[in-house]
């Protein structure tokens, strides 16, 4: 226990609450008075001595329950169990209509069966939660980890399988006791999934370090694990990052500028030696790309789009023009907002101006914003470049659109954090973009998103 409650004491600091020394010895104190039996008294003994003003209240409210509060995983009930023989042939016959894996996914839910421990730590892995260490990104995690379970996709199947065994003659009895079954299991793995969710990110915040940050482990740090402290951390290390790449690319900007034999040029410069070939000219080849960069900078992106915003601005003597935009559900043109101004201080208006939401990223409407009014910025020397995950809350992607602008571009490149094993689930409509892109991009890292600006900038 004492472990537990240094932890605690942690993770209380990274969320931003003042702990002195003293006060977490008075803490040990208290609890050795009032015991850890009685929860509510062992809470208060807490709270008293390391709170000490109302801004600490809320988050010793919320990471209390994740250390202390951590008892059995939600029930979930077995529906198939009191099934006659009729009624469970009848079930499995509406269950063959559907695929193997997602059969199999239904099956288990309708058994009651709860993720088990190995399953969360590597659903977990999967969607950037083993480094998170912000509880406000929570609930945004959670619906991360429900996409990657395609918890949608069997939700609705499931109605879909009701509806099929109402036409099969099942009475209507039968089927609302299902149906109270399975949303109460469908409610029991979200909440196992959101306990666990806060469970590891409060694990997260009494584990981090002080102050010592292995800079290396941070810029190869997904970017949704990145808690605010490395976002503070990461923003002034873009500086640097540019500086280097700034140097390398301008020295191969340098290298090829030779270009081909210029024939014409070559004899004009040589008429005073009487033609004689004696200065070779070369076609001096237009290396600084013309860009224009779409940003997605919803919860899910915010990151990313960050980082890869500022980055392009510190490179901007490389490049012969920029158009910035950014988006969540409607397009805005940014550049004005650079105009002059220092690249953080920008993009803090940007996103101070545009704040995100859940559930209301719309990509298809911004596209649409995009052709309505800027299409002339992109020609033929222009690279195009999206920052985002492809996701559309199920709206109109505007394929056709995407493709025009890809058509009328040089060069066509979708840089996504995602990993492809989530593209076309959910909402995601990547697998559908994808193939309009002259490339694709997986950038889940600062590391692999200058990685990519680095090419981008050297083969514009």
Known sequence: ??????????????????????????????????????????????????????????????????????????????????????????????LSLFNQQLREMMERLLRGEQLSAEELRQLGQLVGLNRLDDLRYRDWMVQRMLRALRHEMVRDALGETLHILEQMGMTKERIAQMQALIKANLAALEKQVQDYAGQRIAENMGEQPPDDVDMDALLNRPFG??????????????????????????????????????????????????????????????????????????????????????????????????????????????????????????IDRVLARMPPGYYSTDLGYSLENFAAGHMDAIDGRTTLIMVGDGRNNYADPQLEIFRRMARRSRRSIWINPEPPLLWGTGDSDMLRYAPLCDDVVVAATLSELAAAVDHLLTHP
């Open 225 to 346: 694990a990145l808690s605010e402290r490395d976002m503070e951390i990461l923003r002034r290390e873009v500086r640097r990052l540019a500086a280097r790449l700034r140097s390398r690319i301008a020295l191969r900007q340098k290298r090829a500028k030779g270009g081909q034999l210029d024939a014409k040029a070559t004899i004009r410069a040589n008429l005073k030696h009487g033609g004689a070939p004696m200065e070779i000219r070369h076609r001096d080849k237009r290396l600084k790309p013309k860009l224009v960069v779409i940003c997605d900078i919803s919860t899910s992106m915010r990151h990313c789009s960050e980082l890869m915003l500022s980055l392009v601005y510190q490179l901007q003597d490389l490049v012969a023009k920029t158009h910035a935009f950014a988006f969540i559900d409607h397009l805005e043109y940014i550049t004005p907002d650079f105009m002059g101004q220092d690249a953080d201080e920008a």
């Open 1 to 94: 226990m004492e472990e537990r409650i240094l932890k605690f004491i942690a993770a209380l600091r990274a969320g931003g609450v003042r702990v002195s020394m003293a006060e977490s010895v008075d803490a040990f104190r208290a609890v050795e008075q009032v015991g850890v039996q009685e929860r509510e008294m062992f809470r208060l003994s807490l709270r008293a001595t390391l709170v000490k003003d109302a801004r600490g209240g809320p988050i010793f409210d919320e990471l209390f329950p994740l250390f202390f509060d951590r008892g059995a995983t939600p029930p979930m009930t077995d529906v198939i169990e009191d099934l006659t023989d009729d009624e469970a042939e009848m079930l499995a016959q509406a």
